[in-house]
């Protein structure tokens, strides 16, 4: 018989295809499709087959594929001297349309969560005979047209569906993992390539994700960026996401969060629960935190950080680029840099794009902006959102009855709570 060679499927046009026996006659239909992830995850080992001589409570048998040959018009048969077994409940198989298909999975180039609507599959024929390579998961819209039309001869279905643009993830890219009995088989992307998204697309992709993989995703992700994306999803969310860590390691994500945004989590956690994280958490952190869950919420202190760069106007230019290196905060959310005298009461503030462009020797105070914008720490929301409106501002300096400078606001702090009203 020939073979015919690298011919494309997938699972919803291989579902139901008949195979013959050696002889030509009817063995059975396939059901099916076996992957040994620990063997070979790239390709199908076997096929599950449902005889054509089977009862009802009959198993089904598997069939390897290199027991099997195709000739050109894609019909299957088993080779002479071809084996086939019952499938055995201890088989440790993944098995493509039961554990994958509608399974949601995380399309790291597209920030976003898919659902798997098909597999396509490529049959080759290298010297060692026949095999059955997995090539990519369809999570478009042409995976989901195949599943309709399935049953369909798939010379039918591959017309009507090649008119639909293709949607789909490189096998490759996909990385089997431990398997779960609730779940059947999970699936996740590269540490790395988490790691490089930005955080508001991890947190969107967190809150589409369905509990259980939500978790799995978040457990996974080490503490910087976890705190990142946790400071992205909403109250809501966070409290999902960390209701089944425990305290020692949650300590550890808060710690890398912006104590503003931490304090925000911690004020909506059951107190004991709170007290808990508090006390595994380092001093300084702690000590940063318990500042800010004295304040109200919705106020210019609820809406601050502590985190800041402050500097004396006698300083330089090289004085403040030192401080801005050494600084272990949110470095991406310093627009400026203000100056204090010895008591920390605000003198003036220098935008940080100034001192990109001034001579490193250059007093800080003699590019201090002549006009500074401030608010108490009382102030409400509304009225904070009001002087980022009236003024354009960056950021907005907080300070205590005595002009400490105690906290800062930046704007992404003012959109989130403008996003909440």
């Not at 026996?21 to 076997?46: C, K, Q, W, Y």
């Not at 098995?95 to 049959?123: F, P, Y």
């Not at 400026?336 to 001034?358: C, H, I, Y």
Request: glycine share 6%; charged share 30%; hydrophobic share 45%.
């Amino acid at each position: 018989m020939s073979t015919a060679s690298n011919h494309r499927t997938s699972v919803s046009a291989l579902m139901g295809t008949s195979v013959l026996d050696a002889e030509g006659r009817a063995f059975g239909h396939v059901r099916e499709f076996a992957v040994a992830p620990l063997t070979d995850s790239s390709r199908v080992e076997a096929l599950v087959v449902r005889l054509a001589t089977a009862r009802r409570k009959d198993k089904p048998s598997l069939v390897p594929i290199a027991s099997l040959e195709r000739d050109a018009t894609g019909q299957l048969k088993m080779v002479v001297g071809g084996t086939a077994r019952v499938m055995d409940a201890g088989d440790d198989f993944l098995l493509l349309e039961r554990d994958l298909l509608d399974q949601q999975i995380i399309d790291v180039h597209g920030h976003k969560v898919v659902r798997v609507n098909d597999v396509d599959m490529v049959w080759e024929t290298p010297e060692t005979g026949l095999a059955l390579r997995i090539a990519e998961v369809e999570v478009g819209m042409r995976g989901a047209a195949r599943r309709l039309l399935k049953g369909l001869p798939e010379s039918a279905v591959a017309g009507i569906s090649s008119r639909i643009r293709a949607a789909v993830i490189p096998w490759d890219f996909v990385d089997l993992i431990d398997r779960d009995p609730a779940r059947r088989v999970r699936l996740k992307i590269e540490q790395e390539k988490l790691a490089s998204m930005h955080p508001s697309d991890l947190a969107d992709i967190l809150e589409e994700l369905a509990p259980a993989e939500r978790e799995a995703l978040f457990s996974s992700l080490d503490e910087e960026v976890a705190a990142e994306a946790l400071e992205e999803v909403d109250l809501k969310t966070q409290k999902r996401l960390i209701e089944s860590i425990d305290s020692e390691r949650l300590a550890g994500i808060i710690e890398e969060m912006d104590p503003g945004a931490a304090a925000d989590l911690l004020s909506a956690l059951p107190e004991e629960r709170s007290d808990a994280i508090l006390e595994e958490m380092g001093e300084k952190e702690r000590h940063d935190v318990e500042e800010l869950l004295e304040y109200e919420a919705d106020s210019a202190a609820g809406l601050m950080t502590s985190e800041f760069v402050a500097l004396a106007g006698a300083g330089t230019v090289e004085d403040a680029m030192v401080a801005l290196k050494a600084f272990e905060g949110d470095l991406d959310s310093v627009t400026d840099v203000f100056l204090v005298d010895g008591g920390g009461r605000m003198e003036g503030v220098v935008a940080l794009s100034r001192l990109l462009l001034t001579d490193r020797a250059t007093l800080l105070k003699e590019l201090s902006e002549g006009h500074m914008v401030s608010s108490g720490l009382d102030a409400n929301s509304r009225k904070v959102a009001e002087l980022f409106d009236k003024y354009n501002l960056r950021c907005l300096p907080v300070l205590d009855d005595q002009k400490v400078l105690v906290g800062v606001v930046h704007a992404e702090n003012v959109i989130a709570w403008l996003r909440t009203k």
